[in-house]
């Protein structure tokens, strides 16, 4: 017996030091993926890499012909701001997350990004055209995307946790504002919306060309299609998103769908005619009470 002991003895010493060793491991793997570092301890924390994703839209520059000297300012200076509206974009998508519906950002993000962009490359087009062939379908290139939440813009080890729990925070708030919904079905909620209204643009065209006529009718109707639409979507919205809900996703996407409508109507008639200038100015929008 007394030869067994030890025996017995060595072999649960074996067996708890491969424990220790197990759980030692264990808790530096999980220590360095927590940790989201390099091995040289130069990486970043995994709660930074994790985020709401990144947007990113086509390419302008690559689809345009030759630009002609007298257009290259303002040629340049549009697609400085093509990049200026997707960075703005991304720091709203990471300002933002939690907040509004499921739909939120296409709705707040992804759509007025569009209209932004639609009004933009018409600038550019425009531009091009003055002296040169304007180049057609430009506004294709308008829509963006969102890539998957949770990818690591900045090059290093994707984040673990945070990515889902972004994208779930977002359909929460989603929930609440549903709920909100539900309580403003009634007149009670549409009155509460309040109406939309837009200065009125055929007042102030000049005399209207023969040739841009039918165009100019056709994006004159467009403007009340808009008009109606954000107004049924006011009413639909009621209790969604936060404070800024309506201007963000209702006001400032009609006035970016406006400006590129209104551009349209100023370069038919210009096309024949004095271009009319300032037309921009009656884009904005007001939310009446």
Known sequence: MSRALPKYNKRRVTFIGGAAAVALSGTAIAGFALAGESSDGGGTNARTLAGPGTISCPDVRSKLPAVPASAKAEVDRNLALLNTQIQEANKRLV????????????????????????????RIATAIG??????????????????????????????KPQAGGNA???????????????????????????????????????AVPASAKAEVDRNLALLDTQLREANTRLVNTVGQGGPNFVQNAILGPLKDKRVATVNRIATAIGRTAAKPQGLDSLAACTLTK
């Open 168 to 206: 779930g925070n977002a359909g929460n708030a989603g929930n609440a504002g549903n709920a909100g919904n539900a309580g403003n079905a009634g007149n009670t909620g549409n009155a509460a919306a309040g109406t939309i209204t837009c200065p009125d643009v055929r007042s102030k065209l000049p």
């Open 95 to 122: 300002d933002t997350v939690g907040q509004g519906g499921p739909n939120f950002v296409q709705n707040a993000i992804l759509g007025p990004l569009k209209d932004k962009r639609v009004a933009t490359v018409n």
């Open 130 to 159: 003055r002296t040169a062939a304007k180049p057609q379908g430009l506004d294709s290139l308008a829509a963006c995307k969102l890539n998957a939440a949770g990818t690591n813009a900045g090059g290093g080890a994707a984040g």
